[in-house]
């Protein structure tokens, strides 16, 4: 084999790789057990706060030693593979910044009843449209205002000197749709400062392109009403007076003393630590040691510095970051906090900075605040435009312009403080403390310092929070109780398993050593997978797992189709080592083909897809890569070993019962397609036909509502609830068997429109006291113990109408571009349009056949939901489905080759005979894995399952009975015409 030497060198690389990644999951996972062991009482209850404080004290520590270089408990679980909400529970929210109040802001909340009409007008037309707000707006002012430039309403003082009278509406707009994308910008900053402090382990945050959406992943949350009030939060910015150092040094002192006096002989014999003449720093240093060893149980932190000895006249306080925590319980105790001045408050800066050796410090303002107010000298309502500048020295600045008012204070706190600090606030963090060289007697300043032009443009966002209001709204938001993660992770590892076992059992028996191989590849196939999602940051969820699962199942079919073009070379009686060669040469196309066509849909859905879709697809297309080299590439450095020996190897590529089992097949397959035909069309026109009339059951994220997710102590009946809810909630509830017969999802339409926490709560409090009238049960906020006679909610979900809509067009989208993309790869591939078209032909039928299964499905009681998992389904069913077809069509080519198209139907027969073991082995395998998933894959992924097995089954049909047979009828009516011509 040419190029062994490269393979084995990128297979040590990959596999060295995968390891070192992997080996921060295992770190994690035994810091994470001993955090659990520390906050386990003798009764084997966790304290998650206590838990919590343990992984937060050892955050910046070096917890692990790879090869000389440390890293810390942060390091570790930003490299780990980690788990997704659905396998241990937590909170996902999507967040939509409001453009009606950023609208209403820069034309400064006017009266005018034409202007608020059309706003009002826009945000309702809003909610069931793809346009932007903005663009709906205008139309609607157009209507209501023909007459009426768009600058009566904008050209106010507030926007002096970038909207005037003259200003014509096409620069309005742009400046409006200017604002409102700083307005998401200055949100998701602020958001992401926000959810750094929630004490989650991989709190996730990232924009939706395109929108004004924000999507926030938070593990392991255990309040989720507080998570709700701190996101939808409305900023607060502040500008407050910092105080000299000076100003509190003797409040430091008396803290020292107190803490000092406090600590010294509490040992019940004192140590030579305490003895006399020790300096006062030396025993405040061992006081603050001792409280960090309740904190830091792993004593990573032993050299706390006392406070006093921090001090320094240029910034203030400055703690190194792993102190804070100890700081702040000083701080926080009644006993110390009383000594610090009523006039004085302490904040921390909201960034550490580094210092030269590495070391990161946090600064802690001590901030004027008379008799302890909480308005500030100046508040951030006055700001009017904050905007990144460059300074005299050609530095990146910010100027900041106020209003009249803000103006008039802002002279005389400058007036006031020549020489000091104005700190910049936003939520009670520090953003920049800059020092005031003069009397500003004007609203318009600049603030210079050590920024960069990132850093500046982030600091102008954060002064525009104040004068813009840009209120975020919870449109989308899934809740996963940790009991419901456990019952996850167990169901996937159980699929995992379950899968790769039969796959392994089967592939040995049918083609014995080289099944052997095969097996090599898939376990190799399988660590990859884990190690590129560790070395990527990505964290594993239950449709990843099903990816994966799917995987195991489709890696085997490169294999499948090498052994198979080995074993035909063989029966002609080639020798071992040229049937190897052959085998692998010739499949190769097949196998590049079929993989392309899979990738493509995956980078489809990751692409145009949302939350767990993308996961999957995450997960399919880095299984296909690492399925294509392992398959291909690794089988054949290990099967050139298993044949160093030559013709005299005893490498085998079939056991006995295997070895005649497929072959010599002459099936007439296209004498049947006009009765394919009609077969097909008449399950797809039924299954429609029942869809039409009873409909399908659309999940929540297509239709919109909230759903819950409920357990009961002992075995409930769905629709005994459903009546009994159905009075509650006017007839908008649907309640039916969730995994087991103790647990129910309840899912209701009832307030979708309102997206406001006062709604949600509304509707989860009709919920429980609904549930608590029909069955006479009590709702219970422990799910893991339910007594009898109890209930709770172990997760929910809300998606709001207009994130529906949008799910629903981005899912189209996905199918349309998914098929064009195929049909331009396999016109590419084999330069006849007959190909493309039949594929198209047969991967719509596929399609309409899975929609029609789930309506006869329903038709028969068992209803799944058509939602974002169908849809990665159905994707992945195109996928597969084009596997088969162009692995015929690949032989098909061969043969017209080989024998031209005189015979053109005996042609594309042999070709089906010839591949149909291939197509047989690997539909089976493949089946069987669905079939693992679709029993023990759980609830969540039965609708996926069902749409698998089914897509799997009518793929491989489609190939052999609509596929082909269409190419045929399209080429003999080509070749019909040429013969005309001819004539």
């Known amino acids: 084999m040419q190029n062994k030497g490269i393979i084995v060198f990128l297979t040590v690389i990959v596999t060295a790789l995968c390891l070192y990644y992997l080996s921060f999951t295992f770190v994690s996972n035994g810091i994470q057990q001993r955090a659990n062991e520390y906050a386990t009482d003798a009764s084997g209850n966790v304290d998650f706060v206590k838990r919590r404080v343990y ?27 980690g788990l997704g909400l659905d396998l241990q529970g937590g909170m996902h929210v999507t967040l939509e910044v409001s453009p009606v109040e950023i609208v209403k802001g820069i034309a400064g909340n006017p009266k005018d009843p034409a202007f608020n009409k059309s706003v009002d007008d826009a945000r309702e037309i809003a909610k069931t449209s793809d346009e932007k707000f903005v663009d709906i707006f205008y139309a609607e002012w157009q209507k209501n205002n023909p007459d009426k430039e768009l600058s009566s309403i904008f050209a106010t003082a507030a926007n002096r000197g970038r909207i005037s009278l003259e200003t014509p509406d096409s620069e309005i707009l742009e400046i409006i749709d200017t604002e409102v994308e700083n307005a998401i910008d200055r949100s998701f900053n602020i958001l992401r400062t926000r959810i750094d402090r929630f004490g989650t382990s991989q709190p996730n945050i990232q924009r939706i392109q395109g929108s004004g959406r924000i ?51 509490t040992e019940e014999e004192p140590t030579e630590e305490y003895e006399e003449g020790m300096s006062e720093e ?120 106020m209003n009249a008012e803000g103006a008039r204070k802002w002279r005389q706190i400058t007036g006031s403080n020549i020489g000091r600090r104005i ?48 209120p975020t709204q919870i449109v989308e938001e899934s809740i996963i109780g940790p009991t419901l993660g456990k019952e996850a992770q167990s169901q996937g590892i159980i699929s995992m398993v379950a899968g790769l076992l039969i796959v392994v059992l089967f592939m040995v028996a049918y ?27 990505a964290a594993l969820t239950l449709p990843g797992i099903a990816g994966i699962v799917l995987t195991i199942g489709m890696s085997i079919d490169a294999n499948v189709l090498i052994f198979e073009r080995i074993k035909e070379e063989l029966a002609n009686g080639v020798g071992l080592l040229a049937a190897i060669n052959a085998g692998y040469n010739k499949a190769f196309s097949a196998i590049l083909d079929s993989n392309v066509t899979t990738f493509l849909t995956g980078a489809i859905l990751y692409a145009l897809g949302q939350g767990p879709v993308k996961g999957f697809a995450v997960v399919l297309m880095i299984g296909i890569a690492s399925s294509f080299f392992s398959s291909v590439f690794i089988t054949r450095v290990i099967v050139s070993w298993m044949t160093k020996k030559g013709e005299k190897s005893s490498l085998s590529f079939a056991t006995p019962f295997a070895k005649n089992a497929l072959n010599d097949l002459n099936f007439d397959f296209l004498s049947k397609r006009k009765f394919a035909y009609l077969i097909s069309s008449g399950i797809i026109i039924l299954g429609l036909g029942i869809a039409a009339i009873n409909g399908l059951k659309f999940g929540v994220d297509f239709t919109g509502g909230r759903s819950y997710i409920v357990a009961f102590q002992e075995p409930m009946v769905p629709s005994d609830l459903k009546v009994g809810l159905d009075g509650e909630f006017d007839g908008s509830v649907e309640v039916k068997t969730y995994g087991s017969n103790n647990v129910l999802k309840v899912t209701t339409s009832y307030l979708i429109n309102e997206d406001d926490d006062e709604s949600n709560r509304a509707v989860e409090e009709k919920v429980k006291e609904g549930i608590a009238t029909v069955t006479g049960f009590a709702f219970s906020e422990d799910s893991e113990n ?37 049909f331009l790869y396999i016109l590419l591939r ?16 596929d399609t309409l056949f899975v929609i029609a299964a789930f309506a006869i499905a329903s038709a028969f009681g068992a209803t799944f939901e058509i939602d974002q998992v169908f849809i990665a389904a159905v994707l992945t069913v195109i996928g597969y489905s084009i596997n088969d077809t162009v692995i015929i069509f690949d032989r098909i080519r061969e043969n017209i080759e080989l024998r031209g198209t005189n015979k053109l139907v005996k042609v594309f027969n042999e070709a089906i005979n010839q591949t149909l073991g291939r197509t047989l082995i690997t539909s ?36 052999v009975y609509i596929a082909t047979p269409v190419v045929v009828d399209l080429m003999k009516k080509e070749l019909d015409k040429e013969k005309e011509k001819v004539a």
């Open 924 to 959: 089976f395998t493949t089946l069987i894995v669905v079939i693992v998933l679709l029993i023990f894959g759980g609830e969540v992924l039965r609708g996926f399952s069902f749409a698998l097995f089914i897509g799997i089954v009518v793929g491989t049909y489609s190939s």
């Open 830 to 845: 084999f330069r006849k349009w007959q190909y493309s078209l039949a594929s198209i032909i047969a991967l719509i039928h």
């Open 282 to 401: 030396d025993s405040l240093r061992i006081a603050l040691e001792k409280q960090l060893e309740e904190i830091d149980p792993m004593n990573q932190n032993n050299d706390v510095s006392p406070i006093y000895s921090l001090l320094q006249p240029d910034m203030g306080l400055a703690y190194q970051v792993r102190d804070t925590i100890v700081i702040n319980q000083i701080l926080q105790n009644e006993n110390y906090s009383s000594l610090i001045p009523r006039d004085i408050k302490l904040l921390w800066g909201v960034k550490p900075f580094v210092m030269e050796d590495g070391t990161e410090v946090l600064e802690l303002y001590a901030i004027n605040a008379p008799r302890g107010t909480e308005q500030a000298p100046l508040e951030g309502d006055v700001v009017t435009d904050a905007r990144q500048v460059l300074d005299q020295t050609s530095r990146p600045a910010v100027s900041m312009q």
């Open 786 to 822: 339910l007594a009898e006679g109890q209930f709770a909610i172990t997760g929910s979900s809300k998606v709001g109408a207009t994130v529906a809509d949008d799910i629903k067009t981005s899912s189209v989208e996905a199918m349309v571009v998914a098929i064009l993309a195929i």
């Open 215 to 265: 999507q926030i992943e938070l593990p392991g949350v255990d309040n989720q009403e507080r998570v709700r009030n701190l996101l939808q939060g409305v900023a607060k910015l502040q500008f407050w007076e910092v105080a000299e150092i000076n100003e509190i040094s003797g409040a430091l002192d008396a803290i020292n003393n107190a803490w000092v006096a406090d600590n010294q002989g």
């Open 55 to 81: 992984l937060d004290s050892i955050w910046r520590e070096p917890v692990y030693n790879f090869l000389g270089a440390d890293f810390t408990y942060q390091e570790i679980k930003e490299t780990e593979l």
């Open 511 to 537: 083609y014995s050593k080289g099944g052997f191989v095969a097996v090599a590849a898939l376990i190799f196939n399988i660590f990859f997978i884990l190690g590129i999602l560790a070395q990527l940051g």
């Open 423 to 470: 700190a910049v606030v936003l939520d009670d963090f520090v953003y920049t403390a800059p020092v005031v060289n003069g009397e500003i007697p004007s609203g318009q300043s600049e603030i210079a310092g050590n920024f960069t032009i990132q850093e500046a443009q982030d600091l102008a966002n954060i002064l525009k929070s104040g004068s813009l209001p840009a």
